[in-house]
Nanobody, 115 residues
Framework: QVQLVESGGGLVQPGGSLRLSCAASGTIFSILDMGWYRQAPGKQRELVAGITSGGSTNYADSVKGRFTISRDNAKRTVYLQMNSLKPEDPAAYYC?????????WGQGTQVTVSS
């Protein structure tokens, strides 16, 4: 059974930083793209950042220049470095792995930005 386990969420002041991690356990055949999504209360889930198996990245306009996605294929882990956090960034953050046979979601980790 595949599980994606996220960590690194929490409370941070505006302008602060957090690093999210998401590691896969179980057997996943050919992990392809990895990504981070977020969902704030009353809003739709949105893509924050994605990274392909070849290392190409894409970001939502709202986080460009502040967030960095990276991956460690050997550890089957994806990271999201979040800097200069803003009051509009709080949400539940979810990781997603795509594979040849389907996609997998993490359980979500909460990010709160407050002074």
């Amino acid at each position: 059974q595949v599980q994606l386990v996220e960590s690194g969420g929490g409370l941070v002041q505006p302008g602060g930083s957090l690093r999210l991690s998401c590691a896969a356990s179980g057997t996943i055949f050919s992990i392809l793209d990895m990504g981070w999504y977020r969902q704030a209360p009353g809003k739709q889930r949105e893509l924050v950042a994605g990274i392909t198996s070849g290392g190409s990245t894409n970001y939502a306009d709202s986080v460009k220049g502040r967030f960095t996605i990276s991956r460690d294929n050997a550890k089957r882990t994806v990271y999201l470095q979040m800097n200069s956090l803003k009051p509009e960034d709080p949400a539940a953050y979810y990781c997603h792995f795509g594979s040849l046979i389907g996609g997998y979601w993490g359980q979500g980790t909460q990010v709160t930005v407050s002074s």
